[in-house]
C-alpha cells in the first residue's frame, strides 16, 4: 500500500470502524458505574482497532467516537473524555508504525497507552469536578481507567487477530 494513498479495502475497514464508534454509545455495553465518572465495558474495541491499522484510521475512529457520544447527549464530560482518546490513540499507532510488532512491542503499547488513557480521563474528570477529591480521581479513577484500557486493549487484540486470520487486516504481531 502506498503511504500516501489509502487502499479500498482499508478505506472501507475504517468506515466500518468510525459507524461502529458512533453507534457504541447507543449500544446497551457492560457499565461499571463509579462516583463521578463510568466505565463501558468494549467501549474503546472500534478506536482500539483502528489504532492497529494506522493513524489516520485512529484519528477518524476517535472523532467517530466523539460524535457518537455528543449526539447522544450525554454530559458534555463524557464527551471531553472521548476526546481525549485521540492521544493515546496517535501515540498507540505511531509506536506501532514504528516498532517491528513483536509480542512484548504489543505489550508495551498497551501499557504506555494505556497510562496516557488513564491519566488524560483522570485530568478530564478532576477539572471537570472541581468539588471533587483530585487524589480520589488520580489514586481511585485513574487505575479503574487503566484496568478498562487493558481490558478492551486485550479483546480489541482478540478480534483484530480473528479479523487478520480471516485475512482482512493485516496480521498484527509479524
Known sequence: MNSKKMSTKKLVISALLVGLSVVIPYLSLPVVPIPEFSVTLFAHLAIIIAMFMGVEVAIFAGLGAVLGFYL???????????????????????????????????????????????????????????????????????????????????????????LSKAKLVKPLIR
Open 72 to 162: 447522544k447527549g450525554v454530559p458534555i464530560v463524557v464527551v471531553m473524555r472521548a476526546a481525549s482518546h485521540l492521544v493515546f490513540l496517535i501515540v498507540g499507532a505511531l509506536m506501532l508504525k514504528k516498532l517491528h510488532n513483536k509480542k512484548w512491542h504489543i505489550v508495551l503499547v498497551a501499557i504506555v497507552t494505556g497510562l496516557i488513557h488513564a491519566l488524560a480521563e483522570a485530568i478530564i474528570v478532576a477539572f471537570w469536578f472541581k468539588s471533587s477529591s483530585i487524589s480520589n480521581t488520580f489514586f481511585i479513577g485513574a487505575p479503574i481507567f487503566l484496568l478498562h484500557h487493558i481490558f478492551d486493549f486485550v479483546m480489541a487484540v482478540l478480534v483484530y487477530t480473528a
